[in-house]
């Protein structure tokens, strides 16, 4: 079976480990960049998560890699470090999710 696990920052690592994600933590980009390579050549993975950030800084050889391969599947995650002083976070996260299934949920403290 095929796992999803994601790549992404101490920051945010937590996070994604307590939903119950595989989460390989990278501290910079070269780190990332050698983990992302470690994952594209791991049998298990099926789906490869990366914060955006490392996206944007990985080598033409590795994007060629992700490319050229059916699996794993490399997405990147849109996770903002900073938001916007006028924007809170549930309004950041209400925009994540109306892009992702099309439509508004409330989010509302328990």
């Given at each position: 079976m095929y796992k999803l696990i994601v790549l992404t920052d101490p920051d945010t690592a937590d996070g994604f480990g307590l939903a119950g994600v595989d989460v390989v933590t990278a501290y910079d980009d070269d780190d990332a960049r050698k983990k992302l390579n470690g994952l594209l050549d791991d049998?298990?993975?099926?789906?490869?998560?990366?914060n955006q950030a490392f996206m944007t800084d990985i080598d033409e050889r590795t994007q060629q890699k992700i490319n050229q391969t059916y699996r794993p599947i490399v997405i990147s995650l849109p996770i903002q470090e900073r938001l916007h002083e006028e924007e809170?976070?549930?309004?950041?996260?209400?925009?994540?999710?109306?892009?992702?299934?099309?439509?508004d949920i409330t989010l509302r403290r328990g």
């Open positions: 049998d298990t993975s099926g789906i490869v998560a990366v809170d976070h549930r309004a950041y996260l209400s925009r994540l999710i109306r892009r992702a299934i099309g439509f």
